[in-house]
């Protein structure tokens, strides 16, 4: 191919006229060369990183699925912006494989029990399904990569100190659980 150029270059530098349809076939010369330094620039394939699941089954087909969660230290006690009363802020952090922050559908479950006692009936509790896709949206906060549940209860309903416990059952079936003390 760099022949063929090379020739047609001297003719149109001596002045002899191209022949009709030579600049279609130069054309062509010229997509071919460009397609195939393309191939070479980026490589023909062959040092790709595919990913492919395990044959122990215990990673998901996405990589970047979570597997491992805890209660952000960003949580805490504040009042509700929107209606001023008193709330608790429950950021919950997922983490995938590569140790990134990440997201995760699901269900949620979150607990808030006096400091050191789990009696049943005693806690506070909400349930939050992040299977649906707007729920999912808004309560994941892009700034801290966490999702952010805004949890209101009455004023004299918190029990001091308390512990926040956190349990979700995600969509393959795996679960996660974490717990913080908040004084």
Known sequence: MNEVLRRVANQAARGVPATPGCGIIITIIMMVTAMAGCETLFGGGED?????????????????????MRIHPLTRLTTHPDTGEPALEVRLEFKDQYDYPTKIVGQVRIELTRANRRT???????????????????????????????????????????????????????????????D
């Open 48 to 68: 790709r990183t595919v990913f492919t699941a395990p044959e122990d089954g215990e990673t998901p087909l996405w990589p970047f699925w979570p597997t491992q």
């Open 120 to 182: 049943a009936g005693e806690e506070m509790v909400w349930n939050i399904d992040l299977r649906e896709m707007a729920t999912n949206n808004n309560t994941f906060d892009e700034v801290t990569q966490t999702y952010l549940f805004r949890l209101q209860f009455e004023e004299g309903d918190l029990p001091r100190p308390a512990d926040i416990h956190a349990f979700v059952l995600a969509n393959d079936g795996r679960e996660f659980q974490s717990g913080k003390r908040l």
